[in-house]
């Protein structure tokens, strides 16, 4: 390669890069930057002078009872979710796989619908189920019992409004997760089964010794994924079909993160939010991860 | 015996049969509900909610269409999805390319600085992006006397186009590894540039990975709305957050049939696209990606 030729080659691929790299400096890597470096400062908002108070910040927030609420509340969407998604999108990935039948298609088709609707759609939609006088909810379960269903504030009752925040969120995830699980399953051969069959082992007994620790790597992989989208998601839901609201009672690290600093305009304390979010989302991944480990079965 | 056992597999599937439908009834019913919901009149929404509507009233999608923007709002959603897509593929398609076919010094650092752009989701920069934005808009303002960055939906594409570039880059430049070298060799051989080969080789052999780029990008620019209710505080919102106030006023106005047709408004055209493309859809999304 001549000295020419060389410099087209380097032209070529700055070129290729720069409009990436130059995009990606300005809209990702200079806000997370910002977030770890706003976290260390008093910064008002509208005023243009910002204190530096080191990890001040943080301390506050170690005894800030409405942040250690909105962390409760998120553990406890990621636990709820994780487990009833998972166990759900198994059976129903199981069985769409296994079973032959009429109609296992649609069945598939119908189910991911959920997740490509907009958050803001699903909330509406959830609004009008939960809704206490006129709601789709109510309405049925009055079928079974006029007179206790009477009015139930699914959205309105602090006891019970995480409960139907949880249930939006699984109800939005089933599908995404069972068509994952479904083609880890289709790569499972079938013999394998067949034999286990021959042998006298019943369904229930093929699904926990056959079909979970075959697909037992995608399932940790969507560990990660319940974590991190739950934590997203149960922002996005609860800012659009709650507020936050009755009382703090659905709130979330993400929601109580953009209240701080977009209603408040406490800048600084809603980024060391941002921080702690990014560091337990990390961890709790990692520790997922670890706990998870298991020897890969082979087929 | 055999008896007993096909019997057991008749139950079995009869119960799988019932799980199932009660599952596709949970998710179906509410979003058919929707739709019907948004052709009924306002004192229907004080019955029965299962009724059927009495007779289709049309003119709660002209008055979501017209009065409450919505028909606006779908432009400017159009406009900014298109945008974000074309944007997203341009700076895209080239980057992957590179990374992926060519050795060069730091290739391996570039490598991992997109890697590392998978873990920031954008819900975690939207503050900061909002006053890098705000920051600029008074500094423009003494300037040349007016704002720019904020409440534009040029601004607000390239932000779309440049949170989803780890993930496209991603995916594309795993795509372009599994081509064979012949086909570049062949190329230059026949006397074509870096450009020309890529443009007119390259590219259009990864058009299976473009769609799926497309497909997936598409539904979540459409569907995206905390960025845009940041960054777009003026009047040219985009369809999630027009439907956001839209049932944020809908609490006062208990004007129900205008709130459901502009849900059919924000729904239809990613059900209509899911309906064409739903086994590329499914089948693309086990390559990855975490949805939000």
């Given at each position: 390669m001549n000295g020419h030729a060389k410099r087209t080659r380097s032209v070529f691929i700055t070129l290729a890069l720069a409009p990436a790299i130059i995009l990606m400096t300005i809209f990702m890597l200079y806000p997370v930057l910002s977030v770890f470096q706003m976290s260390l400062f008093r910064w008002g908002g509208y005023s243009a002078d910002k204190e530096f108070i080191g990890f001040a910040n943080f301390v506050t927030l170690s005894k800030d009872m409405n942040f250690i609420r909105s962390m409760q509340n998120t553990i406890l969407l990621i636990v709820l979710v994780t487990v009833v998604t998972l166990a759900f999108a198994l059976v129903f990935a199981a069985i769409l796989t296994r079973v032959k039948f009429l109609g296992v298609g649609l069945f598939r088709v119908i189910f991911y619908i959920?997740?490509?609707?907009s958050i803001v759609v699903i909330s509406a939609i959830f609004s009008a189920i939960y809704d206490?006088?006129?709601g789709l909810l109510n309405s049925v379960l009055r079928i079974f019992?006029?007179?206790?269903?009477?009015?139930?504030?699914?959205?309105?009752n602090e006891k019970l409004v995480i409960f139907s925040v949880a249930f939006a969120l699984i109800w939005q995830a089933i599908g995404y997760y069972m068509v994952m699980y479904m083609s880890a399953m289709?790569?499972?051969?079938e013999d394998l089964y067949e034999s286990a069959s021959l042998d006298g082992a019943s369904v229930l007994r093929q699904f926990f010794t056959i079909t979970i620790p075959l697909t037992w790597n995608t399932i940790r992989t969507t560990l990660t994924f319940f974590v991190i989208s739950t934590i997203n998601l149960s922002f996005l839901l609860v800012t659009a079909m709650?507020?936050?609201?009755p009382n703090g009672s659905t709130e979330v690290f993400l929601s109580y993160m953009y209240k701080q600093a977009n209603?408040?305009?406490?800048y600084g304390y809603g980024m060391a939010i941002g921080v702690v979010v990014f560091v337990f989302s990390f961890a709790l991944s990692a520790i997922l991860q670890a706990i998870t480990k298991r020897d890969v079965y082979e087929f | 015996m055999t008896d007993t056992k096909s019997k057991g597999t008749k139950l079995y599937k009869l119960f799988v049969y019932f799980v199932l439908i009660a599952l596709a009834i949970v998710i179906v019913v509410p979003i058919a509900w929707v739709f019907l919901a948004s052709v009924?009149?306002?004192?229907?929404?004080?019955?029965?909610?299962?009724?059927?509507?009495?007779?289709?009233?049309w003119e709660n999608f002209t008055s979501a269409w017209t009065t409450a923007g919505m028909g606006r709002y779908l432009g400017n959603s159009v406009f900014v999805t298109a945008l974000s897509l074309v944007l997203l593929i341009i700076i895209a398609l080239p980057a992957s390319y590179v990374l992926a076919r060519f050795r060069f010094f730091g290739q391996k650092f570039w490598n991992g600085f997109f890697m590392l752009g998978?873990?920031?989701?954008a819900n975690y920069i939207v503050v900061p992006i909002f006053l890098m934005l705000l920051d600029g808009d008074t500094k423009l303002q003494q300037l040349i006397g007016h704002p720019f960055f904020m409440n534009n939906l040029w601004v607000l594409s390239l932000v779309y186009a440049s949170t989803a570039l780890p993930f496209t880059i991603y995916l594309l430049s795993n795509y372009f590894r599994t081509l064979p070298a012949s086909f570049e060799e062949a190329a230059y051989i026949d006397g074509a540039g870096y450009f020309t080969t890529f443009m007119k080789v390259m590219a259009p052999m990864a058009r299976p990975s473009i769609i799926t780029v497309i497909l997936f990008n598409f539904l979540s620019f459409w569907n995206e709305y905390i960025m845009a209710l940041t960054l777009i505080p003026?009047?040219?919102?985009t369809l999630p957050v027009g439907l956001l106030n839209l049932s944020a006023a809908q609490k006062s106005a208990q004007n129900y049939g205008q709130l459901y047709a502009g849900l059919v408004i924000v729904m239809l055209p990613t059900l209509i696209l899911y309906i064409m493309v739903q086994k590329q859809l499914t089948k693309g999304m086990t390559v990855g990606g975490v949805k939000g």
């Open positions: 959920p997740n490509i609707l206490p006088s006129q019992h006029a007179s206790s269903w009477q009015g139930v504030q699914w959205l309105g289709a790569s499972i051969p709650t507020g936050g609201g209603t408040n305009s406490a | 009924k009149g306002n004192a229907e929404f004080y019955g029965n909610p299962w009724s059927w509507p009495k007779s289709f009233h998978l873990f920031i989701n003026g009047d040219n919102k």
